[in-house]
Every structure is written in C-alpha cells, then in structure tokens.
C-alpha cells in the first residue's frame, strides 16, 4: 500500500476503515502499513480514537407512549380528513383547484388595496406604525396564501393528485436546505 | 444483499400501508421508530423534542401513502423528513438554543459531585457523564449540516449516497462534510482519548502512544 498520508488518501480512508466499509484485505493491508509507517500509525490512532469516544454517548429510550400518541394522531387525522371531505363535497375536484386559486387572488388583491389605501390616521402616527403595519400585512398575506397552499394538498389527498406523482411538500421538501445553500 | 432485502420489504410494506393495511405502518413504525428518534435526539439533544418532531415525520409518512414511490429507499426518505424538521426547528428555536449551550441533562458538575461517599461506580458514573457531556457540547457545535452529516455516518451508519440523498448534495460534499466534521471533532474530544474503564493514562496523551495502538 502506498503511503495515505502521502498520497492524501488518509481522510477517505479513516471513514470507510472506521465504519467497517473497507474490503477485508485493504483493512489489512492497511493495518500492516500503519504499523511501518509512525505518520499514518499517529492519524488512524487518533481517528479511531474520536470514534470511540463518540460510541460513549448513547440516546436515551424512547417514552414507552410514542405508539400509542402517534396512533391517537393519526385517528384524530383521519376524522378531521372525513370533516374536511364532508364540508367540501359540494365542490368536485375539478372545481377545487380554480376556486382555490381564485380565492389566492382575491387575497393578494384585497392585500394590494390594503396595503395603497392610506390608514386615516395623523401624519405622525402613519410614520410611526406604517412599517410595523405593513410588515403585519404582509406576514397576514403570507400566512392566508400558505393556508391555502397547504389546504390543497389535505383536501386533495386521495381524490385528485394522481397515484405517485411527486408531491415534493409530502416527503418533507428540502426547499429550506437548498436555498440555505450547498452542503460543502 | 440485506439491505436490498429491507429495501423491498420496506417499500412493499408502505405500499401495503397505501391499501389501508394498518399493521404495515406499525412494522415501519416499529422498525424505524428508535432510529429516527435517536437521529433527531442526537441532532438537538432534547428528547421531548425529538419525540415531537418524530411524531411530525410518521405523521406525514402516513400522510404521503398515497404518492409514495418505491424508487427512493425508505429510510433515505424518512431521514429526509426528519432532517427537514430538525433544521426548521433549529431555525425557529435558534435564541432558545443560544441560551441553552448544554441542553438536555443537568450539569454534571453540580452537588453530585461534591458527595463525600465516592464509591468507585460513583465516580466512574460522574466521569461518564462529564465525558458524554464533552462529546454532546462538541457535537452540538458542529454547523448543522456537518452535524447531520455525522450523525447520519457515525449513528444511523448510512452509506454516503444515502447522506447525499438526504442533504440534497452530491457524495463528495458529504465526504467534505465528514472530513471537516471528524476533524473537529478529533481536536474537541482528543483530551478524552482515554477509555474512561481503563483508568489509566497513556504516557502524554499522545494518540501515537502504545496506549492507543492501532490494532
Ligand atoms: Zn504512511
């Protein structure tokens, strides 16, 4: 084997060693490099040694209700999804979509003219709380429109979205990892 | 081979799930339950929390039977729902946390240890919970994706791709994050390199003393 620490490879190497990863043969072939060469012999040591350490730390048990509260959750889901279905039986699935959409409009333009209308009030008092005003505004819009969004997806369900067509919101979006940006 | 085996069955128990079959969830549940707790206890270190949020991610598997697809690996999607929620909460709660520099257990430094009786399992206890509090504060100091990263390699003993999968970046950048992680992690903790069972000291504390040997 050709020197890691020399050739860069140590890093790469510690992780599939240290994680049981490595073939047999290259875990041995290592082993007998570190115990020619004190460079590689001091890196392992060292990882191998944070490894361990890191085994010390175990998680505690899980509270023995888990089971029993998720079931209760997904029961009290169930019923409210049977509610949900009941109250917008008049509307079908087709209809649901426009009539959702229009509704998000009417709540961006009803912001619009709120947000240009100005509030009766004093010139001194506008400049006080315009900003906090608006950013209540604002953060109101944002809270409907998200209702609604999220309104799609429960009312929807089982009636309209085709069978395993990618619903990015259900498998936990990652869109606040990625616009966090780059994992490196 | 094993792992394709769980793949299969995982998936074809979610897909039993999506006709109704309540005693696959439970099965998945059952399988994945200590896993996905032990990812989000390790990952914020409150177990209250790491129970409500596991509580979140079992909720929308549920939730998702319909649309899910058995392409992904079951366990890559769920560890990708609970990283989600895990670094929401961390966003929301991040002037709690800055408040709470160890969070979960008391201080281990506290009267416990001002008791006059120290028997030696006593000792041994408190040594074992100042180490396990060392080893939580250095973890609870990673940058999040590095911590996830770690836990994920270290804890949940997931392959890269699977890490890639879930960070949503390529395996290279997971190896990135683990070299960094690892590294921090070995100058935080390289004071500890004794097992705390053997008592003893090697000679300096040097990781390349015999002490250590590199089997
Ligand atoms: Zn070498």
Redesign the pocket.
Known sequence: ??????TGR?SDLALEYLSSRLEPETAQELER??A??????E?FAAQRAVWQILDEWEAPPTSPGFDRELQRRIAAEKARGKWWRTLWAPFTPRMLKPAAAFAGLAVIVAAAVLLRTPAPVSREAAQRGSEAVDVEQIEQVVEDLDMLYLLDPVVLDETVKPAGAAEPDKVGSLTNVRRRGKCA | MAAVATLERDSELMLRVREGDGESFALLLERHRRPVIHFLYRMLQDQAVAEELAQEVFLRVYRARNSYEPTAKFTTWLFRIATHLALNWIRDNQKRLANHASLDEEPVDGPALQVADMRPNVEQELLRRARREEVKRAIARLPEKQRAAVLMHKYSEMEYSQIAAVLGCSESAVKSLLFRAYETLRKRLAHLAVSPTKGTRSRGGRSSEPGLEFR
């Open positions: 084997m050709r020197c890691p620490t020399k140590s490099h570190c020619e060469c004190p460079a590689c012999r890196y």
